[in-house]
C-alpha cells in the first residue's frame, strides 16, 4: 500500500512536534521545580526584580518568569587573607596574619546590598587593623592581642551588618616585626633570663646559706642542752654518791682513829698530783693523831712493853714537817 507524500510529511511533522513538546515539558518542569538543600539559601527574581527568598525545601517557580540567583551558604565560613603591612605607633612596619569568621543572616541584603562581601569584608578588615595598631607600639601590639581582637570584631560586625553579614570573631594569627627587631628581641629575652637565672641562683645561696647557720645554731642549741642535762644527771649522781657514803659512815659510826687513818692512807694521793705545790694539813689531825698514838699505846701496855708519852705528839710533829717541806706554790 503506497502512502502519499504528504500523508507521510504530517505523521513525521506530528512525531518532532511530541519530541519538541515533551522536550519543553521536561525543561519547565526542571525550571519550575527547585529542591534548596539544608544551610543554602536562594534569591528569586521574577521580571528582574526580587521576589522572594528560597529557604531549604521543595519549590515551585513560574519558568522562564522567575529566575533563581545562585544559591547562598549560612553556614559560619572562615576566611584567612594573606599578611598586611600595618605601621605601628613606634614607626615599626609589622606584618600581620588575619582570620574572620563570619556568617550569611540575610540572603536578600548580601545579594543586593554588596556586590563582593567576600572582598569587602577582607578590604575593611584591613583598614581596620591599621587604624587599630596605628595607635599602638609594637610592644603593645604584641601583647594587646586581645584588645585588637575585639575592635576587630566590634567595627566588622556593625560596618557588615547591612550587608547581611555577622562577624562572630576576628583573630590574629601572627605578628612579625622586622629582622632587626626579631634580633633585638632575642637578645633581650636571651639577657633577661640570664638574669632571672643569676638572681634564683644567687636566692638558692642565699637559702642554702640560712638552712645551714639555722642547722648549726640548733646543733649548738641542742649540744648545749644536751651537756647541760649531763652535768645535771652527774652532779645528782655525785650528790647521791656523797649521800650515801655519808650515810653509810654515819650508820657505821666510825672513831677517830679511823678517820686518821683514812685520811693518812689519801695524803700520799694528794701528793702525787704535780700542781698541787701547797696543802694544808687540818688541826683535826693531831687529835686523830693522838688517837691512834693512844691505841698504839695500849696495845703495847697490853702486851708488857712501855710506851712513850710523847709518841703521839711525835708522830704529829713528823706529820706537820713532811707538809711543810712542799714548798708553796708561786705567786702571779
Known amino acids: 500500500m503506497m502512502v502519499e507524500p504528504g500523508a507521510f510529511l504530517g505523521q513525521i511533522f506530528l512525531i518532532v512536534l511530541a519530541i519538541v513538546v515533551v522536550i519543553f515539558v521536561i525543561v519547565v518542569l526542571t525550571r519550575a521545580v527547585r529542591i534548596i538543600p539544608q544551610a543554602r539559601a536562594g534569591v528569586v527574581e521574577r521580571l528582574g526584580r526580587y521576589h522572594k527568598t528560597l529557604t531549604p525545601g521543595l519549590h515551585l517557580l513560574v519558568p522562564f518568569i522567575d529566575r533563581l540567583n545562585p544559591l547562598l551558604d549560612l553556614r559560619e565560613q572562615v576566611v584567612s587573607f594573606p599578611p598586611q603591612p600595618v605601621i605601628t605607633e613606634d614607626n615599626l612596619v609589622v606584618s600581620i596574619d588575619t582570620v574572620v569568621y563570619f556568617q550569611v543572616t540575610d540572603a536578600r541584603a548580601a545579594t543586593y546590598e554588596i556586590a563582593n562581601y567576600l572582598v569587602a569584608v577582607e578590604q575593611l578588615t584591613t583598614t581596620t587593623l591599621r587604624n587599630v595598631v596605628g595607635g599602638l607600639n609594637l610592644e603593645e601590639a604584641l601583647t594587646s592581642r586581645d584588645n585588637i581582637n575585639g575592635q576587630l570584631r566590634v567595627v566588622l560586625?556593625?560596618?557588615?551588618?547591612?550587608?547581611?553579614?555577622?562577624?562572630?570573631?576576628?583573630?590574629?594569627?601572627?605578628?612579625?616585626?622586622?629582622?632587626?627587631?626579631?634580633?633585638?628581641?632575642?637578645?633581650?629575652?636571651?639577657?633577661?633570663?640570664?638574669?632571672?637565672?643569676?638572681?634564683?641562683?644567687?636566692?638558692?645561696?642565699?637559702?642554702?646559706?640560712?638552712?645551714?647557720?639555722?642547722?648549726?645554731?640548733?646543733?649548738?642549741?641542742?649540744?648545749?642542752?644536751?651537756?647541760?642535762?649531763?652535768?645535771?644527771?652527774?652532779?645528782?649522781?655525785?650528790?647521791?654518791?656523797?649521800t650515801t657514803v655519808f650515810n653509810a659512815i654515819h650508820e657505821g659510826k666510825p672513831d677517830s682513829p679511823l678517820l686518821a687513818y683514812q685520811y693518812l692512807q689519801t695524803l700520799p694521793k694528794i701528793a702525787e698530783n704535780p700542781s698541787n705545790k701547797l696543802w694544808i694539813v687540818p688541826s683535826e689531825l693531831t687529835e686523830a693523831l693522838k688517837g691512834i698514838g693512844g691505841a698504839f699505846g695500849r696495845g703495847l701496855a697490853g702486851d708488857g712493853q712501855a710506851a712513850p708519852a710523847a709518841a703521839p705528839d711525835a708522830m704529829t710533829a713528823a706529820a706537820a714537817r713532811s707538809a711543810s717541806a712542799t714548798p708553796p706554790a708561786p705567786t702571779a
Do not use: C, F, Y
Not at 189 to 210: N, P, V
Open 157 to 242: 560586625d556593625e560596618a557588615t551588618g547591612k550587608w547581611g553579614i555577622r562577624v562572630n570573631r576576628v583573630e590574629l594569627k601572627s605578628i612579625e616585626p622586622p629582622a632587626s627587631i626579631q634580633d633585638s628581641m632575642e637578645q633581650q629575652m636571651r639577657a633577661e633570663r640570664s638574669r632571672r637565672a643569676q638572681i634564683l641562683t644567687a636566692e638558692g645561696t642565699k637559702q642554702s646559706a640560712i638552712l645551714q647557720a639555722e642547722g648549726e645554731r640548733q646543733s649548738a642549741i641542742l649540744s648545749a642542752e644536751g651537756e647541760a642535762q649531763a652535768r645535771v644527771l652527774r652532779a645528782e649522781g655525785e650528790a647521791k654518791a656523797i
